[in-house]
């Protein structure tokens, strides 16, 4: 296993900010968004679809699509700044030191290579391993993601393998180079709940094993609560709760995060009941002045229609961006003892 850094963070997003800009509009995907992953940490992005997580995920590589373009903000990754690398020093660092798994992998394996030459042409990429140690390296890739019989599945092309498969294929290319990040985005979201279950203990398995940091994208809290150290709670293209994952789903400080946690559904517990958030997202072109989340929140004052809402500390490491957040933590912290969590 190589030698792991721990001077300070992996990876530091500081005030990023990515709009699609269209001839009449421009929608604000991702505004003013920070935060931290160290060594060997996993940290979730979490919420509703929309709220600007994927937009994250591809921010940080530089990957965003026409007409999205990241308006400004750093990515550091150990101290140095992503966004102003030039596009050779980028590819070095992206599916070598960092890689990324895509929530749909059959739209982003090629359809007519076998994956173990997929895998090897990572490997020989960034790590100039000759043919031969490449293609071994990824039949031991294969078998690290528990791929059965990974000699053969190596020869396999991606449309003879199950969606689980492929997407341990995915995992495996991102695994091949030993990254020091790994950003996750929705990658069980296909999946069955066996496979699910199988994929997260992976996570915890190569965490353990080979250090490496996770951020993970999810609108899933049961991953959460199950899987990841941290969790930023994202709505409206801003990270609006972030906190210690068990702070934040027993102690929620933000009425957006309480209304995700009442909506997970408790197998077994008949008394429990699902609790909608009333409402949908505002347009992202189009945000409402002062809190977004105000035109659906049962707490929501006038005060909150007005101006910006600062994150506010509410514990060691707790942030939420609620003028009222005081209170939306003792309440929440009632309703966990009354109803549980996920």
């Given at each position: 296993?190589?030698?792991m850094?721990?001077?300070?963070?992996?990876?530091?997003?500081k005030?990023?900010?990515?709009?699609?800009?269209?001839?009449?509009?421009?929608?604000?995907?991702v505004?003013d968004?920070?935060?931290?992953?160290?060594?060997?940490?996993?940290?979730?992005?979490?919420?509703?679809?929309g709220?600007?997580k994927?937009?994250?995920?591809?921010?940080?590589?530089?990957?965003?699509?026409?007409?999205?373009?990241?308006?400004g903000?750093?990515?550091?990754?150990?101290?140095?700044?992503?966004?102003?690398?030039?596009?050779?020093?980028?590819?070095?660092?992206?599916g070598?030191?960092?890689s990324?798994?895509?929530?749909?992998?059959m739209?982003?394996?090629?359809?007519?290579?076998?994956?173990?030459?997929?895998?090897?042409?990572?490997?020989?990429?960034?790590?100039?391993?000759?043919?031969?140690?490449?293609?071994?390296?990824?039949?031991?890739?294969?078998?690290?993601?528990?791929?059965?019989?990974?000699?053969?599945?190596?020869?396999?092309?991606?449309?003879?393998?199950?969606?689980?498969?492929?997407?341990?294929?995915?995992?495996?290319?991102?695994?091949s180079?030993?990254?020091?990040?790994?950003?996750a985005?929705?990658?069980?979201?296909?999946?069955?709940v066996t496979i699910?279950?199988?994929?997260?203990?992976?996570?915890?398995q190569?965490?353990s094993?080979?250090?490496?940091?996770f951020?993970y994208?999810?609108?899933?809290?049961?991953?959460?609560?199950?899987?990841?150290?941290?969790?930023?709670v994202?709505?409206?293209?801003?990270?609006?709760e972030?906190?210690?994952?068990?702070?934040?789903?027993?102690?929620?400080?933000?009425?957006?995060?309480?209304?995700?946690?009442?909506?997970?559904?408790?197998?077994?517990?008949?008394?429990?009941?699902?609790?909608?958030?009333?409402?949908?997202?505002?347009?992202?072109?189009?945000?409402?002045?002062?809190?977004?989340?105000?035109?659906?929140?049962?707490?929501?004052?006038e005060?909150c229609?007005?101006g910006?809402?600062?994150a506010?500390?509410?514990?060691?490491?707790?942030?939420?961006?609620?003028?009222?957040?005081?209170r939306?933590?003792?309440?929440s912290?009632?309703?966990?003892?009354?109803?549980?969590?996920?």
């Amino acid at each position: 296993m190589r030698e792991m850094r721990t001077d300070g963070p992996i990876l530091e997003v500081k005030n990023l900010s990515t709009y699609f800009i269209y001839r009449d509009r421009t929608v604000k995907a991702v505004d003013d968004v920070s935060f931290r992953v160290h060594t060997g940490e996993i940290f979730a992005i979490a919420g509703e679809s929309g709220a600007g997580k994927s937009v994250i995920a591809l921010s940080t590589l530089r990957l965003v699509p026409q007409p999205g373009k990241i308006m400004g903000g750093e990515i550091l990754y150990w101290g140095q700044d992503l966004l102003r690398m030039s596009e050779a020093e980028l590819r070095k660092i992206r599916g070598g030191r960092i890689s990324m798994i895509f929530q749909n992998p059959m739209t982003s394996l090629d359809p007519v290579f076998p994956i173990g030459e997929q895998i090897a042409e990572t490997v020989r990429f960034h790590k100039g391993i000759e043919k031969k140690g490449a293609w071994g390296r990824a039949v031991e890739m294969l078998q690290l993601v528990n791929m059965p019989d990974p000699e053969r599945r190596a020869d396999a092309y991606p449309y003879e393998l199950s969606g689980g498969m492929q997407q341990r294929t995915m995992i495996a290319i991102g695994l091949s180079c030993e990254p020091d990040l790994i950003i996750a985005d929705n990658p069980t979201t296909a999946l069955d709940v066996t496979i699910q279950m199988q994929f997260l203990s992976l996570c915890r398995q190569i965490r353990s094993e080979l250090g490496t940091a996770f951020v993970y994208i999810t609108h899933d809290l049961g991953v959460v609560a199950k899987l990841c150290d941290r969790v930023g709670v994202m709505y409206a293209g801003r990270i609006v709760e972030e906190g210690d994952t068990v702070q934040v789903l027993t102690a929620a400080a933000h009425p957006y995060t309480v209304g995700l946690i009442r909506a997970v559904p408790k197998l077994g517990d008949r008394r429990s009941r699902l609790v909608p958030i009333e409402g949908k997202q505002p347009d992202l072109s189009s945000l409402p002045p002062g809190c977004p989340f105000a035109p659906r929140c049962p707490m929501a004052k006038e005060v909150c229609r007005k101006g910006e809402i600062p994150a506010k500390p509410v514990g060691d490491g707790h942030y939420a961006r609620c003028l009222f957040a005081d209170r939306v933590m003792e309440e929440s912290k009632k309703s966990y003892r009354e109803i549980g969590h996920v």
